[in-house]
T-cell receptor, first 112, second 115 residues
C-alpha cells in the first residue's frame, strides 16, 4: 500500500535559522509531489510541485525552496526563516489522472 | 473574485442532523471535485471525489456537483460527534501536457456536531 511520511511533526525555530522539511512516499513510483502551507484563516496555499526528479515548479515567490533528489523524496528548505514562514506545512502526492491528493500528517512550524 | 468560495462557518449542529456544506467556483476549467475532512492538527483526508455533475453517495455522505451553476455541496446524514472537523472543498484542472494536477481549495468550514 502507498504511504506518505512527513517529519518532523512540530518544529520551533528562531528567525534567521535554516529549515529542512522532508517528505517521502512509499509504495508508488513517479508520483507528482506537492508542498502546501496552511495558515490560519487563509486556507491551503500551493508552494511547490514536482512532476519528476529534479523538476521543481514554484507557485509563490518567497523565502522557501524545494528539491526532489530522489523519485519519492521531496524536501522543503529555507536558508533564513522569517516570522511569516510560520504555518502548517503539508506534503501531498498524486498518481494517475484526476485523483485526489493524499496528504501527509503535516509539520507545524513556529518561527520565533 | 476568488476561484473557490466556501463559507467558513463555524457551523454547529445537534447529533443526528443533516449537514449541508457548500462551495462555489468561478473557473469553468475545473474538471474534478473533491471534499476533504481535516481534524485538528492533522493533514486533510479525502472523503469524496467526483468529476461529473450529479450526486455521488458513500454511506452517510453525498457529494453533489452542478457544473452549470458552478456549485458543489456535501451532505452528511445522521451527523455524529466524530464528524466534527473542518471540511475543505477542492477542485482541479489538468495543466498543459497533462502531467500535473493542481488542486485549488476552499478555505474550509468548521463543523461541530454536539452530542
Amino acid at each position: 500500500s502507498q504511504t506518505i511520511h512527513q517529519w518532523p511533526a512540530t518544529l520551533v525555530q528562531p528567525v534567521g535559522s535554516p529549515l529542512s522539511l522532508e517528505c517521502t512516499v512509499e509504495g508508488t513510483s513517479n508520483p507528482n509531489l506537492y508542498w502546501y502551507r496552511q495558515a490560519a484563516g487563509r486556507g491551503l496555499q500551493l508552494l511547490f510541485y514536482s512532476v519528476g526528479i529534479g523538476q521543481i515548479s514554484s507557485e509563490v515567490p518567497q523565502n522557501l525552496s524545494a528539491s526532489r533528489p530522489q523519485d519519492r523524496q521531496f524536501i522543503l528548505s529555507s536558508k533564513k526563516l522569517l516570522l511569516s514562514d510560520s504555518g502548517f506545512y503539508l506534503c501531498a502526492w498524486i498518481i494517475g489522472t484526476g485523483n485526489g491528493y493524499t496528504f501527509g500528517s503535516g509539520t507545524r512550524l513556529t518561527v520565533v | 473574485q476568488k476561484e473557490v468560495e466556501q463559507d467558513p462557518g463555524p457551523l454547529s449542529v445537534p447529533e443526528g442532523a443533516i449537514v449541508s456544506l457548500n462551495c462555489t467556483y468561478s473557473n469553468s476549467a475545473f474538471q474534478y471535485f473533491m471534499w476533504y475532512r481535516q481534524y485538528s492538527r492533522k493533514g486533510p483526508e479525502l472523503l469524496m471525489y467526483t468529476y461529473s455533475s450529479g450526486n455521488k453517495e458513500d454511506g452517510r455522505f453525498t457529494a453533489q456537483v452542478d457544473k452549470s451553476s458552478k456549485y458543489i455541496s456535501l451532505f452528511i446524514r445522521d451527523s455524529q460527534p466524530s464528524d466534527s472537523a473542518t471540511y475543505l472543498c477542492a477542485m482541479s484542472r489538468v495543466e498543459s501536457g497533462g502531467s500535473n494536477y493542481k488542486l485549488t481549495f476552499g478555505k474550509g468550514t468548521l463543523l461541530t456536531v454536539n452530542p
